[in-house]
């Protein structure tokens, strides 16, 4: 079960641990949003996180992410990859799709919008580190990809995702992310996990997706 008072220290010191990385770069901790990935975590969970005033969620999965939401109060943000099998019940429900990483899901977004009559916010997922078993567009096809998307979709094209390579120094990533939602005239750099997320601030991060630091370990699935 959840523990509420667990996962509201939790989010406590996360926040403080934001506004410190922030302030120490001189950026306002306000123009952060953390998004907290429930995914694996039950709907209590989210209340629990809810309750302890956090509005903004992650999931990877659709079909589970509907197990759980909506929830008034809350914004969904699907971040994981997205089959386009699944993509009109991502638009129907997501406040926010996070893994925009080919044209064939572009165009099943594009039909899902039309015919629920509504588009969330869309990123696009750049694989900054070029690893073949992640998902997001290769770097060298990036720039060609989001301008076609912002073409395609406007504004609701708001910015760029990514997860660096585990090993290393991902500072060097977040930049690269960065710079390239610069180039574009891109608001939103999602970037930052529960292991990262001080050094994504410090590199220009405007959204942290924060699972085991909030909720704790998660169950793997059956």
Same mark, same amino acid.
């Given at each position: 079960?959840?523990?509420?008072?667990?996962?509201?220290?939790?989010?406590?010191?996360?926040?403080?641990?934001?506004?410190?990385?922030?302030?120490?770069?001189?950026?306002?901790?306000?123009?952060?949003?953390?998004?907290?990935?429930?995914?694996?975590?039950?709907?209590?969970?989210?209340?629990?996180?809810?309750?302890?005033?956090?509005?903004?969620?992650?999931?990877?999965?659709?079909?589970?992410?509907?197990?759980?939401?909506?929830?008034?109060?809350?914004?969904?943000?699907?971040?994981?990859?997205?089959?386009?099998?699944?993509?009109?019940?991502?638009?129907?429900?997501?406040?926010?799709?996070?893994?925009?990483?080919?044209?064939?899901?572009?165009?099943?977004?594009?039909?899902?919008?039309?015919?629920?009559?509504?588009?969330?916010?869309?990123?696009?997922?750049?694989?900054?580190?070029?690893?073949?078993?992640?998902?997001?567009?290769?770097?060298?096809?990036?720039?060609?990809?989001?301008?076609?998307?912002?073409?395609?979709?406007?504004?609701?094209?708001?910015?760029?995702?990514?997860?660096?390579?585990?090993?290393?120094?991902?500072?060097?990533?977040?930049?690269?992310?960065?710079?390239?939602?610069?180039?574009?005239?891109?608001?939103?750099?999602?970037?930052?996990?529960?292991?990262?997320?001080?050094?994504?601030?410090?590199?220009?991060?405007?959204? #942290?997706?924060?699972?085991?630091? #909030?909720?704790?370990?998660?169950?793997?699935?059956?």
């Amino acid at each position: 079960m959840s523990d509420p008072s667990l996962i509201a220290r939790n989010l406590e010191t996360i926040r403080t641990r934001i506004a410190t990385a922030a302030r120490n770069v001189g950026r306002d901790p306000e123009a952060i949003t953390l998004i907290a990935v429930s995914k694996t975590h039950p709907k209590e969970a989210v209340l629990a996180a809810m309750a302890a005033g956090a509005s903004v969620f992650g999931e990877n999965r659709v079909q589970e992410a509907a197990s759980k939401f909506p929830i008034a109060g809350a914004k969904l943000h699907i971040i994981g990859g997205l089959q386009t099998n699944k993509a009109e019940q991502a638009v129907r429900l997501a406040d926010s799709i996070d893994s925009l990483d080919r044209p064939r899901l572009a165009d099943a977004i594009a039909r899902a919008a039309e015919a629920a009559g509504r588009l969330p916010e869309l990123l696009v997922q750049v694989n900054i580190g070029d690893e073949p078993q992640k998902s997001g567009i290769p770097t060298a096809e990036a720039d060609a990809f989001i301008r076609l998307m912002r073409a395609r979709f406007g504004t609701a094209l708001q910015g760029l995702m990514c997860i660096p390579p585990a090993e290393g120094d991902p500072t060097p990533f977040f930049h690269k992310l960065a710079a390239m939602a610069d180039t574009h005239g891109l608001p939103v750099r999602s970037m930052g996990m529960s292991g990262d997320y001080e050094s994504a601030i410090a590199a220009g991060a405007t959204h #942290i997706r924060i699972g085991t630091a #909030i909720f704790g370990h998660r169950d793997l699935p059956a």
